[in-house]
């Protein structure tokens, strides 16, 4: 059995549906089918059961799943420790919005922990210009709230995952009421973060429109966190933020306010493709171990 062969077995084995397995694999649903009968053919056995409505393991796949995802396991780990052996001892520049880096201590002590005498270094991102310290090469990798679609860009594992806040002035009407909703946005300016970020990356945290389809008006303009909240402590605006920001920040004469009905944020690592490198997959695969950190 080839590992590309063992590597569809497994993977259905997990989904127990030939369509998210091609997904997951991006391969079409017909070489999924292929690839288990030819497997089945050859063992001269089911792997699996078949019905219009389900798929799942008989007894011998099941025994085939916990042998063969036992010497995976052992590939991968013999793989890691020979890539991170082979990795000089570097340190790696990650951009990161504000405060993020407190909440990333567990992935950074994994890493050292994997790569003595490599490290992890944090720089400061923009919400205004979130790309450019990548593509220049000033940075190695960024975490980033979630989508990201820049075709020159990878999107690795989530780190981390939260709620959002929307910060508002200590006078403001709506502090009184302890919490937000999206539909509130509407009846406030926030703020323009300007050109230099994609409207969709922008969006997904600032949204153009309320649920209830109500526009929501942007400006003044501000690029960094600080002036943001200056603008916010003003009076002059409000604005949606991760609830990291409230963790961290205890600025005079702002509140964060819970919001309540906004989707959970995702922040993702991602670095350029072309920069591709054994120490940016090591911290890859080091956060794909940890999994997301909640905030």
């Keep these: ?56 393991l008989t007894p011998v796949g ?15 780990e013999a793989l890691a420790r020979a890539e991170a052996a082979g990795v000089a001892k570097q340190t790696l520049r990650v951009g990161v919005f504000g405060h993020a880096g407190h909440q990333l201590r567990p992935l950074v002590d994994e890493f050292r922990a994997r790569c003595p005498g490599s490290d992890i270094q944090f720089g400061e991102v923009s919400g205004s210009d979130p790309f450019t310290a990548l593509r220049t090469g ?37 502090a009184e009421r302890g919490t937000a909703t999206l539909e509130d946005l509407a009846d406030h300016h926030v703020v323009d973060l300007g050109p230099d970020a994609p409207e969709y990356w922008v969006a997904s945290m600032v949204p ?26 003003s009076g002059e605006c409000v604005h949606p933020l991760g609830e990291l920001a409230a963790r961290y920040n205890r600025p005079p004469g702002i509140v964060f306010l819970p919001l309540q ?35």
Aim: glycine share 4%; charged share 25%.
């Design 1 to 56: 059995m080839e590992l590309r062969e063992i590597e569809i077995f497994l993977t259905l084995a997990e989904e127990l549906h030939f369509g998210r397995t091609a997904e997951r694999l991006h391969v079409s649903q017909a070489r999924v089918s292929q690839a288990i009968a030819k497997q089945e053919r050859r063992l001269g056995v089911a792997l699996f059961d078949r019905t219009s409505r389900r798929v799942t």
């Design 62 to 76: 099941r025994r085939l799943r916990e042998d063969l995802q036992q010497v995976v396991d052992l590939l991968r």
């Design 138 to 174: 000033e940075h190695d990798a960024h975490v980033l709230w979630l989508p990201v679609a820049e075709p020159d860009l990878t999107v690795g594992p989530t780190v981390l995952t939260g709620g959002r806040v929307l910060a508002v002035a200590a006078d403001h009407p709506l």
């Design 208 to 233: 153009t429109r309320t649920p209830l389809g109500r526009r929501i008006r942007r400006g003044p303009a501000a690029r960094t966190f600080h002036e943001i909240l200056s603008l916010v402590a």
């Design 261 to 295: 009905d906004a989707p959970t944020l995702e922040w993702a690592l991602t670095w350029r493709s072309t920069a591709d490198s054994p120490i940016l997959r090591t911290l890859a695969r080091t956060a794909a171990d940890l999994g997301p950190i909640p905030m």
